[in-house]
């Protein structure tokens, strides 16, 4: 019996490891540059902007190319936006880049009006897409998002994403982040309101500062849970990176982030965890937690006191099946193993 199972699973195993995304679902609108095919688009927001208006579930493909330009999903019913790629579960295997241009300091009225790709509505899914700002860094006013997630239900995979603050708001509702790159240095995974789960991610610092912003601002559900990922100075990090960066800091009086079996090459700060500021903490009410961080960048670790390594028993009760119980509803679950 044991020797029948296997062989049944191996299969799908391989099927698992050899998925790839060359070709267009059917019914997929089609976004290529420089096609001459009717009905394709040249722009991925010009693609998402002709999505009908209406609840029904609508899947765009996007072919190899650098697309220029902020792009705001908004309709009612689930969309899923896929890059070509030869291997879905690798991202340096990606191929299809969004770029765009803006920050506080240039004159956007929001943090969510700079981002890259802003998701306003619920079940949107992610697949493949490198998404950039490429602001870069500002004395004052430098938030400068590439993925503003502010609708429930948003699952992002193997994607990339880059600036330098504020990279990712993950604001409202509930998001999966899985097998996917996050780079940044200030402040680069933030938001209020959302519960938020990453897993086999690599989280890149390139500058001083913190990982996390959590605002939670009420003894709400809201949190940060991490799983398995990975912790490294970016490859074009500044020489100031060392010693420099902590896993969070709380933006909101409530804030709740668990770091669980990280592996940390990246040489963080010795007392891991900051305060918001001098003179304003914000620390009486958070759960900054930890459990088996690894690696040399805690090796010498002198956590802060108000910070929490957690015991076995009680870093089981942050898994993913307990802070989102429907999961299995809407995550693609092969982005899981």
């Not at 009006?113 to 619920?122: E, H, M, N, Q, Y």
């Amino acid at each position: 019996m044991r020797l029948f199972t296997v062989s049944v699973l191996l299969p799908l195993i391989s099927a698992a490891l050899a998925r790839h995304f060359t070709e267009p679902p059917p019914d997929a609108l089609v976004v290529k540059p420089g096609s001459s095919v009717a009905g394709h688009f040249s722009s991925l927001g010009e693609a998402v902007n002709s999505l009908p208006a209406d609840e029904s579930s609508q899947v765009v493909f996007v072919y190899p190319g650098t697309y220029i330009g902020q792009v705001n999903v908004s309709r009612p019913g689930p969309v899923k936006i896929i890059g070509y790629t030869k291997n879905s579960f690798d991202f340096t295997q990606n191929t299809v880049t969004l770029v765009h241009n803006a920050s506080l300091a240039s004159g956007a009225g929001s943090d969510d009006l700079t981002g890259t790709l802003r998701v306003l509505s619920s079940n949107v899914s992610l697949f493949n897409l490198d998404i950039r700002n490429d602001f870069g860094v500002a004395v004052s006013n430098g938030q400068a998002i590439a993925l503003s997630g502010q609708g429930d239900q948003m699952g992002v995979y193997a994607c990339r994403l880059f600036s330098y603050q504020d990279t990712l708001y993950t604001n409202v509702g509930n998001h999966v982040f899985l097998k996917s790159y996050i780079e940044g240095a200030v402040d680069y995974i933030f938001g209020r309101h959302s519960i938020a789960y990453f897993e086999g991610n690599t989280i890149a610092s390139k500058g001083s500062g913190c990982i996390t912003a959590s605002g939670r601002q009420l003894n709400d559900t809201g949190i940060y849970v991490f799983n398995n990922n990975k912790i490294i100075a970016a490859n074009d990090a500044f020489p100031n990176v060392t010693g420099n960066v902590f896993l969070g800091r709380p933006w909101g009086d409530f804030a709740r982030v668990v770091f669980k079996n990280t592996f940390i090459p990246a040489p963080l700060n010795k007392t891991i965890w900051s305060i918001w500021n001098p003179g304003d903490e914000r620390i009486d009410s958070i759960l900054f937690a930890e459990y088996n961080s690894l690696g040399s960048g805690v090796a010498d670790a002198q956590r802060a006191n108000f910070s929490t390594v957690l015991t076995r028993d009680q870093a089981a009760q942050y898994t993913l099946a307990s802070i989102l119980p429907n999961y299995r509803d809407w995550v693609d679950v092969d982005y899981l193993h």
